[in-house]
């Protein structure tokens, strides 16, 4: 238990589906993140927030829609998502952005059909 | 485009042998962090190395960071079934501290 929540832990989609992921940490961080992990691929960071507003946009497709309403939840809103976007979509916090350890929470399952 | 290799990918051996995992690049880290990932679960930090040829141990785990801060092996004495899982290193750039580039990690399967 990392302290970082994920869900859904599973969701399956439609490609005209709209859908979101959340993400809550109760570390009293003031940073988040979203990674994408494919299974052939390295883990690609997407979007950080530092207290609520966006520092990064990792060139994510704009199908792609992140919300932080506060600094301990995040939200990745999807709308018409590829088959290649099927993946464990991971949500981090870290206290600060920079060289502080950053604690992931267990991931949602993506798959797009 | 800064890269991290990783090898072996795939790695099973028999409960009690020793291995080493190498994390390989051409470019210069700030710092190198090694996690591990069990199934169903996130990466969990196991180390940050920051300084050219330091060495780190963690029971029976040793990391090491090259002299040039370009790469990292990670070595598992006498391994043991709860040693299975994804082993990923991430380095830090030099120009941006939060945006960690990751390797594509080893999967390790230890049998009993």
């Known amino acids: 238990e990392t302290g970082v929540t994920q869900t859904p832990r599973h969701l399956v989609m439609g490609m005209t589906n709209k859908k979101s992921l959340k993400c809550e940490q109760h570390?009293?961080?003031?940073?988040m993140y979203w990674y994408k992990q494919s299974a052939k691929k390295p883990l690609e960071l997407m979007f950080v927030?530092?207290?609520?507003?966006?520092?990064e946009n990792n060139s994510v497709p704009s199908r792609f829609s992140p919300e932080c309403p506060n600094s301990s939840h995040l939200f990745l809103h999807l709308h018409t998502l590829q088959p290649e976007d099927s993946a464990l979509y991971l949500c981090?916090?870290?206290?600060?952005?920079?060289?502080?350890?950053?604690?992931f929470g267990p991931g949602t399952r993506l798959t797009v059909l | 485009t800064q890269l991290l290799e990783q090898s072996p990918q795939f790695l099973s051996i028999q409960e009690g042998e020793n291995l080493t995992v190498y994390c390989n690049s051409s470019?210069?880290?700030?710092?190198l962090q090694w996690y591990r990932q069990e199934p169903g679960e996130g990466p969990v930090l196991l180390v940050t190395?920051?300084?050219?040829?330091e060495v780190k141990k963690l029971k029976r785990l040793t990391f090491q960071f090259g002299d040039a801060r370009k790469d990292s092996s990670l070595h598992i004495t006498a391994a043991q079934p709860g040693d299975t899982g994804l082993y990923l290193c991430?380095?830090?750039?030099?120009?941006?501290?939060?945006?960690?580039?990751f390797g594509s990690g080893t999967r390790l399967l230890v049998r009993p």
């Open positions: 981090a916090s870290s206290q600060e952005t920079g060289t502080d350890t950053q604690y």
């Open positions: 570390l009293g961080h003031n940073a």
């Open positions: 927030y530092s207290l609520e507003e966006r520092v």
């Open positions: 470019s210069v880290f700030s710092s």
């Open positions: 190395v920051v300084t050219g040829g």
């Open positions: 991430a380095g830090e750039p030099p120009d941006s501290s939060y945006k960690l580039i």
